[in-house]
Nanobody, 124 residues
Framework: QVRLVESGGGLVQAGGSLRLSCGAS????????MGWFRQAPGKEREFVAI????????YYSDSVKGRFTISRDNAKSTMYLQMNSLKPEDTAVYYC?????????????????WGQGTQVTVSS
């Protein structure tokens, strides 16, 4: 199984930007569909964005559409999440995930491999 490590989280004011990274090792990164999920205090983990292994398809939750951009660099075995116009409700632990089944949310929740998470805090 691929190993995933998130980085780039931190504290930012509302309206600011952050760029998260997810580095992968121990697997064929280019063959995995990749995704970002987040979990706020007291809430269940939710889908943020996913990207296909060949970058042909991307999907975003309605809450981040137009503000966040998911991308990947297979040569560097790294996935990114560019987060702009951040809101306090974006505050959460952000997790990257990988699966070799499909670029759909159930494939991650049922068959995914997960990183340890990185904290994003957006102040008012």
């Amino acid at each position: 199984q691929v190993r995933l490590v998130e980085s780039g989280g931190g504290l930012v004011q509302a309206g600011g930007s952050l760029r998260l990274s997810c580095g992968a090792s121990g697997g064929a990164f280019s063959m995995y569909a990749m995704g970002w999920f987040r979990q706020a205090p007291g809430k269940e983990r939710e889908f943020v964005a996913i990207i296909s292994w060949n970058e042909g398809d991307t999907y975003y939750s309605d809450s981040v559409k137009g503000r966040f951009t998911i991308s990947r660099d297979n040569a560097k075995s790294t996935m990114y999440l560019q987060m702009n116009s951040l809101k306090p409700e974006d505050t959460a632990v952000y997790y990257c995930a990988a699966n070799r089944e499909a670029t759909v949310v159930p494939a991650f929740t049922l068959k995914g491999t997960w990183g340890q998470g990185t904290q994003v805090t957006v102040s008012s």
